[in-house]
């Protein structure tokens, strides 16, 4: 007689010859986690693995594969006192030096830096996103099978033509792959009339993205990922949503998600906006920038594309106090924030150019 | 507010862990991952516990959160590990070669499925949760299960084929 599934699987995950886990020692990293969400002051080893885990999800689709470029010199900074209503107020003083450590901070002395942990060209990007695609999905062109029905999005597969397709009510078509200018969230009524498109799947931002190629598009079962590339190649789209529920089985919207555009020289601009930060382009091709979408315990993680016009430098602030400083970065990066001691929750970042001048400000989260 | 109870939670995981990594396993397809989700998993329980202990089932609460931490980190590495990489990391000199073989062929077989599939079919037939609490723990609803686990069930059933071995899954009621 053949084994049921089953018994089959209570054989293949078979663990009578593996220690159990350690529940007392679990309980001591539970109260410790606790009373750092509570206190919000120690840092513990808990806290140091989690951020870990966070880092590598942060930036799932472009720097978990493959050879990436050495991480960065941290850029340590001196935290201070400043007052960062003023937009044209001075920014903060920058350490004479930046720090010629290699190292990520990691004792309790060195708490506050920045630290460039990941790095990919646009370029580069774009290749890893087209390879993937092509081994995932097939090459470009790939016709979408599905029939959807009137009120629905796409179904199933996620193909290299796919622009999360949906039908409208009245049965026209419509395509929807853009992050909100606002804040959508799953909850929130589209303050849009009935049967715009934005009443189905967000609000459209970009409506000429639906010319754009997604490079690579995928249901990760809790989430959506989409990157899309510009008709000239020269600008990126990256959309990483983590809320559960979303599905390209029903209407998505992008509440929350990460996002990343990236403009070259020769790309028109376009500007949009993310929970997590402003980004923009300005129509002469200023950049933009990201940073910021994911906090654990006291090492903020941030990343993001290319930097805003004249930007040399972000500070972030924790009310008035001046918690890290970094470098810009230009590609899709990631970067770790150390903050200082009984620092807050970061509030506020800034892009500052050469002369000083603020040429950023946003509530990073 | 209701109190954390260190006591309730102790006794849980004494109880529970050991089902939950089974689970976890058996989604994600490494031990060592295993234990790593089950082990976040169950810190994010203690957190929540006075509220999770109040409003819901605990044992519920933590294999979805196993099972969503799994699919989350599968997102980080888009295949999982092969069950024939690298060195079991702990021997296992009792099993029967067919035994190991049609563990592979098992573990092979999850892991050529879409994670959700992969995560319907295993609360499905493994934790034998009913379609309405899978849709619950996972998320989604009840005709996604029902596909999702159809199709798994079709993939594992191709596998086993191709690896010639003659199994039939009859475990279970319709997907």
Redesign the interface.
């Known amino acids: 007689m053949?084994?049921?599934?089953?018994?089959?699987?209570?054989?293949?995950?078979?663990?009578s010859?593996?220690p159990?886990?350690d529940?007392?020692a679990?309980?001591a990293?539970?109260?410790r986690?606790?009373r750092i969400?509570t206190a919000g002051a120690t840092l513990g080893t808990?806290v140091l693995a989690?951020a870990a885990?966070v880092a590598?999800?942060q930036f799932?689709s472009v720097v978990?594969e493959g050879p990436v470029q050495p991480a960065g010199t941290p850029f340590s900074v001196a935290t201070a006192e400043t007052t960062p209503t003023a937009p044209s107020t001075q920014p903060p003083t920058l350490p004479p030096t930046p720090s010629a450590t290699t190292r990520p901070p990691q004792s309790a002395a060195q708490t506050s830096g920045t630290e460039l942990v990941r790095k990919l060209s646009y370029a580069e990007a774009a290749r890893r996103c087209t390879l993937?695609m092509r081994a995932?999905y097939g090459a470009a062109g790939t016709p979408v099978p599905t029939v959807i029905g009137p009120g629905e999005s796409q179904r199933e597969g996620m193909y290299v033509t796919d622009l999360l397709r949906i039908k409208m009510p009245d049965g026209t078509e419509a395509h929807c792959s853009v992050p909100g200018s606002a804040s959508p969230s799953y909850t929130q009524k589209p303050e849009v009339a009935p049967g715009d498109a934005r009443a189905e799947c967000g609000r459209l931002t970009w409506t000429n993205l639906t010319s754009w190629t997604v490079a690579e598009q995928?249901d990760?079962?809790?989430?959506l990922?989409a990157i899309l590339l510009s008709n000239d190649r020269r600008a990126m789209l990256y959309c990483d949503i983590?809320g559960?529920?979303a599905?390209r089985?029903k209407t998505t919207a992008f509440p929350g998600a990460s996002v990343y555009v990236l403009h070259g020289p020769q790309s028109s601009g376009r500007a949009g906006g993310s929970p997590s930060g402003v980004l923009g382009a300005a129509p002469d091709s200023t950049p933009v920038h990201w940073l910021g979408a994911v906090k654990d315990g006291r090492q903020i993680w941030g990343g993001g594309g290319l930097a805003s016009k004249g930007a040399v430098r972000y500070v972030l602030f924790a009310g008035t106090r001046k918690v890290a400083e970094s470098k810009v970065f230009y590609g899709i990066y990631a970067i770790r924030v150390w903050l200082p001691p009984a620092a807050g929750e970061p509030s506020l970042l800034r892009g500052y150019d050469a002369a000083g001048t603020v040429v950023e400000s946003y509530q990073p989260f | 507010m209701p109190r954390?109870d260190?006591t309730a939670?102790?006794e849980f995981?004494?109880g529970a862990?050991?089902a939950l990594?089974?689970?976890a396993?058996?989604v994600c397809g490494d031990?060592g991952q295993a234990?790593d989700l089950?082990?976040?998993a169950?810190?994010k329980l203690?957190?929540a516990w006075p509220r999770v202990a109040a409003s819901e089932g605990v044992h519920a609460y933590a294999r979805r959160t196993v099972v969503?931490v799994a699919?989350?980190?599968?997102?980080?590495?888009?295949k999982l590990r092969s069950t024939s990489d690298g060195i079991p990391d702990?021997p296992?000199r009792h099993d029967p070669v067919g035994?190991l073989d049609?563990?592979s062929v098992?573990?092979d077989g999850?892991r050529e499925l879409?994670?959700?599939a992969r995560?319907c079919?295993?609360l499905r037939?493994?934790d034998?949760l009913s379609v309405e609490d899978t849709a619950r723990a996972?998320?989604?609803t009840t005709g996604?299960v029902k596909s999702q686990t159809s199709r798994g069930?079709e993939l594992?059933r191709a596998t086993f084929e191709r690896a010639g071995l003659?199994?039939?899954?009859?475990?279970?009621d319709a997907p």
Do not use: C, H
């Open positions: 053949s084994p049921d599934i089953r018994e089959l699987f209570d054989a293949a995950a078979d663990d010859r593996r159990p886990i529940a007392e679990l309980l990293r539970g109260r986690k606790v969400r808990g989690a885990v590598v999800t799932p978990a993937r995932e995928r990760t079962d809790r989430g990922v983590d559960p529920g599905s089985e | 954390r260190d939670y102790v995981v004494n862990s050991r990594r089974r689970t396993y058996l031990w234990e089950v082990q976040e169950l810190l203690y957190v969503n699919i989350d980190a599968g997102r980080k590495s888009s702990l296992d035994q049609t563990r098992v573990m999850l879409p994670a959700r995560a079919v295993v037939y493994f034998d996972l998320g989604v996604t069930l594992l003659a199994l039939d899954l009859v475990g279970g």
